[in-house]
Every structure is written in structure tokens, then in C-alpha cells.
């Protein structure tokens, strides 16, 4: 009887050891694919990982990144950022930025509704315009030219990031 109770123990203990393994994995596997700050869809051309607020987080872009240290009034650091034109991650320092441009690097509808369940426009949207990280200067005015935008510096779009 106890070598059955024992068995039974050590199963359990093996189901919920693998029930744990997968939950653990699974949030670890959406954190990579969800931004931490606006919870949508990374998209892997404008991904950017960060620190804000001592806390390291991957983000569907720039753009968000800062809104977030704004709104926090705390720290931002780019810790790594994805080339627009060739989808690789990259080092942010000698990057150059473009934002305001037409290319939304997030889907959204644009709609939230109110406690009535009636639609209203949203006002306000965190991830819009997106920034994308060019590698090559040359490459981030010709999308500036393509699609409009600020070419911005690493230093200026880390001046956006100061409470205003």
C-alpha cells in the first residue's frame, strides 16, 4: 500500500513539474511576441529590446519604448534595436530613426468602447506614429522620402523620453 501511495507521489509530482515547465515556457514564448508595454503583436521589422525603469522588456518599437519612460518619468535604455530594411537586430548606438512617418508598424483599429458598449474613435494611441531603426543614413532618407518622417539621431530620440 505505502509503495502505491508512493508511486502515485512521485507521478503527480512529475505532472505537475511538466504542467509548470509549460506555463513557465509559454509566458516566456508570448513575452517575446507580444510587446511589454501595449501588449500587440511585435512586428520583427520595427522589434526593439529595452530597459525601461531598470526593467529589460521587448517592444513592437521606439516609439512606444519612450512613450513608456515618459509616462513613467523613469530611465530608458535601447539595448538592441531591428534594422528596418533587413530585419536584423542591431546595436542602437550610430542608428539613425525615422518617425511620423505613413507606415504604421502596429494594427490597431483605432476603436476602443466605452462602459455602454458604444464604439468612440481612439484618441490617443501610444504606438502611433511607430519609429523604425535604419542602420544606414542613406537608407533612412530614402523611406523618409518614400514614405515621409523625421530623420531623428539616437540622442534625439532619447530627449523625447524626458517627462515633459
Known amino acids: 500500500m505505502a509503495k502505491k501511495a508512493t508511486i502515485y507521489g512521485f507521478l503527480a509530482l512529475i505532472i505537475l513539474g511538466a504542467l509548470f515547465a509549460t506555463g513557465y515556457w509559454q509566458m516566456h514564448r508570448r513575452t517575446q511576441t507580444e510587446c511589454g508595454f501595449c501588449l500587440r503583436h511585435i512586428n520583427p521589422k520595427s522589434h526593439v ?81 511607430g519609429t523604425f531603426a535604419f542602420r544606414d543614413h542613406k537608407a533612412a532618407e530614402d523611406f523618409v522620402r518614400q514614405n515621409g518622417g523625421v530623420l531623428r539621431s539616437l540622442a534625439e530620440l532619447m530627449s523625447e523620453a524626458q517627462p515633459q
Not at 522588456?57 to 518619468?73: F, G, K, M, P, Y
Not at 535604455?77 to 537586430?89: C, E, F, H, N, R
Open 49 to 129: 529590446v529595452a530597459e525601461v525603469g531598470g526593467r529589460r522588456r521587448d517592444v513592437c518599437c521606439a516609439h512606444c519604448a519612450v512613450t513608456e519612460a515618459r509616462q513613467e518619468r523613469t530611465s530608458l535604455k535601447l539595448i538592441a534595436v531591428t534594422d528596418y530594411p533587413s530585419g536584423q537586430m542591431i546595436s542602437p548606438e550610430g542608428t539613425w530613426f525615422v518617425e511620423d512617418s505613413r507606415v504604421v508598424a502596429c494594427q490597431h483599429d483605432m476603436s476602443q468602447m466605452d462602459e455602454s458598449k458604444h464604439a468612440g474613435h481612439l484618441a490617443f494611441d501610444r504606438c502611433s506614429p
